[in-house]
């Protein structure tokens, strides 16, 4: 069977760290991977998404990168964290196939940016 | 753009009552709607879906309608148990994979 594992599930960091969030899906190939933010109040936000390796779409501007080294593996970075980058960030993952409508999430990382 | 409006938390209940969560919908051509329950300490998962107007999406007892003439997709259960306590989070996707999630509407329920 398939799953997803993030990590860590929580991290507080100071203004002008460095960010690395990391996800991998197991069990499946070729999936498509996304990462989510929801801000305190607020819905879901699609920050990154990605079909294949090194294919990464970007949703908003923003202060974050994201990369996928390998077919299930998926990084959310930051070179330098803002006080806005606070919030409850998910990864995501769904079969390759473009019909397909299920969405898998991780257990999420809540991000403190002090 | 897409946008999807749900009824603000937190919704507290006891035990057997009736639980509505309102959701309502902006987007073009005709989107697939969800309907994703977190519990605590867990990841988002699907808990019902519809994919065009009229269709009911059901699971574990809860049930919401595609309605395309109002633009909705109101979450019910006729029973709720204390387990259904989580955070539920109405969704659309109108093109591809991507999804556009509403605000989330936490329940709690007391026994």
């Given at each position: 069977?398939?799953?997803?594992?993030?990590?860590?599930?929580?991290?507080v960091?100071?203004?002008?760290?460095?960010?690395s969030?990391?996800?991998?899906?197991?069990?499946?190939?070729?999936?498509?991977?996304?990462?989510?933010?929801?801000?305190?109040?607020?819905?879901?936000?699609?920050?990154?998404?990605?079909?294949?390796?090194?294919?990464?779409?970007?949703?908003?501007?923003?202060?974050?990168?994201?990369?996928?080294?390998?077919?299930?593996?998926?990084?959310?970075?930051?070179?330098?964290?803002?006080?806005?980058?606070?919030?409850?960030?998910?990864?995501?993952?769904?079969?390759?196939?473009?019909?397909?409508?299920?969405?898998?999430?991780?257990?999420?990382?809540?991000?403190?940016?002090? | 753009?897409?946008?999807?409006?749900?009824?603000?938390?937190?919704?507290?209940?006891s035990?057997?009552?009736?639980?509505?969560?309102?959701?309502?919908?902006?987007?073009?051509?005709?989107?697939?709607?969800?309907?994703?329950?977190?519990?605590p300490?867990?990841?988002?998962?699907?808990?019902?879906?519809?994919?065009?107007?009229?269709?009911?999406?059901?699971?574990?007892?809860?049930?919401?309608?595609?309605?395309?003439?109002?633009?909705?997709?109101?979450?019910?259960?006729?029973?709720?148990?204390?387990?259904?306590?989580?955070?539920?989070f109405?969704?659309?996707?109108?093109?591809?994979?991507k999804?556009?999630?509403?605000g989330?509407?936490?329940?709690?329920?007391?026994?």
């Amino acid at each position: 069977s398939q799953t997803i594992h993030q990590w860590p599930a929580t991290l507080v960091q100071p203004v002008g760290s460095p960010l690395s969030l990391e996800c991998t899906v197991e069990g499946t190939s070729n999936p498509n991977l996304y990462w989510y933010r929801q801000a305190a109040g607020r819905g879901l936000q699609l920050l990154f998404y990605s079909v294949g390796i090194g294919q990464i779409s970007s949703e908003v501007p923003q202060n974050l990168s994201a990369s996928r080294p390998q077919d299930r593996q998926f990084i959310l970075s930051s070179k330098k964290l803002l006080l806005s980058d606070s919030g409850f960030y998910l990864c995501a993952w769904s079969p390759g196939a473009a019909t397909n409508e299920k969405l898998f999430f991780g257990s999420g990382t809540q991000l403190s940016v002090l | 753009g897409d946008s999807v409006t749900q009824m603000e938390g937190p919704v507290t209940l006891s035990e057997e009552a009736f639980l509505t969560i309102n959701c309502t919908y902006t987007a073009t051509g005709y989107p697939s709607l969800f309907w994703y329950v977190q519990y605590p300490g867990e990841g988002l998962q699907l808990l019902l879906k519809a994919t065009k107007a009229d269709d009911k999406g059901s699971n574990k007892g809860f049930e919401a309608t595609y309605r395309k003439e109002t633009t909705s997709f109101h979450l019910e259960k006729g029973s709720v148990q204390v387990s259904d306590s989580a955070v539920y989070f109405c969704a659309l996707k109108a093109a591809g994979n991507k999804l556009t999630f509403g605000g989330g509407t936490r329940v709690l329920v007391k026994p």
